[in-house]
């Protein structure tokens, strides 16, 4: 069983920063990512890390920043220059399933409960 627990949400204004942070308790150092799922929409991918090599969704590439705490067990996405459009609850994932392509939510067996991000005009 993995337990995954993520925070730093909050709300600031377009143009502004936060920083989020996932922690992964029970074996799952290496297999994270970062969802985000907006009223209304589908929950879509963030940015991944896995060995060393970062992956981001083209909406946030150039803003935001996943970096990892080997000694923490602990991935954090910070997220600059904020946009309206960037509002929703932001969701770590741990462990996935097999090869499965990382992007879809389907392909994660542990979620954290989620952080809410509010960015407003």
């Known amino acids: 069983q993995v337990q995954v627990l993520e925070s730093g949400g909050g709300s600031v204004q377009a143009g502004g920063s936060l920083t989020l942070s996932c922690t992964a308790a029970?074996?799952?150092?290496?297999?994270l990512a970062w969802f985000r799922q907006a009223p209304g929409k589908q929950r879509e991918a963030v940015a991944r890390?896995?060995?060393?090599?970062?992956y981001y969704t083209d909406s946030v590439k150039g803003r935001f920043t996943i970096s990892q705490d080997a000694a923490k067990n602990t991935i954090t996405l910070q997220m600059n220059n904020l946009k309206p459009e960037d509002t929703a609850t932001y969701y770590c994932?741990?462990?996935?399933?097999?090869?499965?392509?990382?992007?879809?939510?389907?392909?994660?067996?542990?979620w954290g409960q989620g952080t809410q991000v509010t960015v407003s005009t």
């Open positions: 029970g074996n799952a150092y290496g297999s």
């Open positions: 994932a741990a462990v996935r399933i097999g090869a499965a392509d990382w992007r879809l939510s389907a392909s994660w067996r542990y």
């Open positions: 890390m896995w060995s060393n090599n970062t």
